[in-house]
């Protein structure tokens, strides 16, 4: 019964009032951040909430993962429609959203497995970042929900970071490496703001302390300052024995490979 409440009664009302409110307030397209896990893709959420541009959404709301056919929609083929974009409109309906934003941004990392239905949905006006990282330190990363397991296999990195390459030429689409974040971190903004159409601020520059997303459920502890201690991990002696697995999938050594990502 309630479900059957939030889904003909509430989601509608949100979607109705948060689209309406959407309408009068963001000029530009959404931003949306996706990539394997483990990859970067809340940390530059949180780098780019800096922006007073950006109303940046710090929970990954899933909304780009599930889709339903849209029985408005007209036309022989069926058109899709995330099954809860009222996710979305929820938090922009919660915000006191100051006037110097022009878009949202959302983070999911499975964004990156549904770029054709976003582009779709969105009539091509969105702007996509694709975060890739060296799949040696994706596979040895631990999540803080399972601390215990390797949150990512070989399969789901090479099958995650071939989707998002496969559209790389799109102008939609703007592929980055969590490698040039860290250690060419202001040329790799200034990219990013070209890419998006927006100015590399001051607030940006100093985006420690100015970003309002500084927790999120991916990390042990609150957002740190960039550092290069977080490249290469992989090489500690503790891998050793996960790396030799991770290096005998012969998928991975290729794309690794193809990425310039050095491989012995």
Same mark, same amino acid.
């Given at each position: 019964? $309630?479900?059957?409440?939030? +889904?003909?009664?509430? #989601? ?29 893709? *809340? ?7 800096? @922006? ?21 929609? #007209?036309? #022989? ?6 099954? /809860?974009?009222? /996710?979305?409109? %929820?938090?922009?309906? *919660? ?7 022009? %878009? ?5 990392p499975s964004n990156v497995r @549904? ?10 006006r969105v702007k996509f970042i694709?975060?890739? %990282? =060296? ?24 099958? =995650?970071? %071939?989707?998002?390459?496969? @559209? ?12 040039? !974040? ?7 903004m200034q990219q990013v703001c ?8 001051? #607030? !940006?520059?100093?985006?420690?302390? @100015? *970003?309002?997303?500084? +927790? ?13 201690? *977080? ?8 891998? /050793? ?7 005998? =999938?012969?998928?991975?050594? +290729? $794309?690794? /490979?193809? !990425? ?5």
């Amino acid at each position: 019964m $309630l479900n059957n409440f939030k +889904k003909f009664i509430t #989601a509608p009302l949100l979607t109705f009032f948060g689209r309406r409110r959407a309408e009068r307030i963001f000029r530009d397209p959404p931003v949306l951040i996706g990539g394997c896990g483990r990859s970067g893709t *809340s940390l530059l959420l949180s780098i780019l909430a800096a @922006h007073p541009q950006v109303l940046a959404i710090p929970t990954e709301t899933g909304v780009f993962s599930n889709w339903e056919t849209d029985p408005a929609a #007209a036309g #022989a083929s069926p058109a899709w429609r995330p099954q /809860r974009m009222d /996710r979305i409109y %929820r938090y922009i309906l *919660s915000r006191s959203i100051p006037n110097t934003v022009t %878009r949202y941004c959302e983070k999911t990392p499975s964004n990156v497995r @549904h770029i054709e239905q976003i582009l779709n949905f969105f009539q091509g006006r969105v702007k996509f970042i694709h975060l890739i %990282r =060296d799949g040696r330190d994706v596979m040895t990363s631990v999540h803080p929900e399972n601390p215990e397991t390797y949150w990512v296999n070989p399969e789901r990195w090479v099958s =995650d970071v %071939r989707t998002g390459l496969a @559209h790389r030429a799109l102008p939609q689409l703007l592929t980055i490496k969590y490698e040039d !974040l860290i250690l060419q971190h202001q040329q790799t903004m200034q990219q990013v703001c070209d890419f998006l159409e927006i100015e590399y601020t001051p #607030a !940006l520059k100093s985006w420690f302390e @100015h *970003s309002d997303v500084r +927790k999120n459920r991916a990390w042990f502890h609150p957002l740190k300052q960039l550092h290069p201690s *977080s490249i290469g991990k992989w090489k500690q002696e503790k891998f /050793r024995s996960r790396v030799a697995e991770i290096m005998r =999938d012969g998928e991975v050594v +290729k $794309l690794l /490979r193809e !990425l310039n990502y050095p491989v012995n």
